[in-house]
Nanobody, 124 residues
Framework: EVQLVESGGGLVQAGGSLRLSCAAS????????IGWFRQAPGKEREGVSC????????RYADSVKGRFTISSDNAKNTVYLQMNSLRPEFTAFYYC?????????????????WGQGTQVTVSS
């Protein structure tokens, strides 16, 4: 059974940092791309970042470039999202998702498996 479990969300002040984790199980981790998405109330789900577990290539949304860093520990089947210089507009539910293949899909509907998400709240 494929499982993705997010952790690390919470409440932080603007300018602060959080590190999200996505622990994966039930599939061959090295063959998948893992993406982070977020969804705020009343807004569409948007892609934040993704990483290819096979070669480590990455992609970031323009709004988080220079602030967020995605990384992968293949020995632990875990992907991390280090979030620095957080802004109140980054408040959302953050999800990780997985898709088989070598690409870095941008859109949420291209991903096959999803975690339950973790809430990130940035206060001003």
């Amino acid at each position: 059974e494929v499982q993705l479990v997010e952790s690390g969300g919470g409440l932080v002040q603007a300018g602060g940092s959080l590190r999200l984790s996505c622990a994966a199980s039930g599939f061959t981790f090295d063959d998948y791309a893992i993406g982070w998405f977020r969804q705020a109330p009343g807004k569409e789900r948007e892609g934040v970042s993704c990483i290819s577990s096979s070669d480590g290539s990455t992609r970031y949304a323009d709004s988080v470039k220079g602030r967020f860093t995605i990384s992968s520990d293949n020995a632990k089947n875990t992907v991390y999202l280090q979030m620095n210089s957080l802004r109140p507009e980054f408040t959302a539910f953050y999800y990780c998702a997985a898709v088989d293949g070598l690409g870095l899909p941008r859109s949420w509907y291209e991903y096959d498996y999803w975690g339950q998400g973790t809430q990130v709240t940035v206060s001003s």
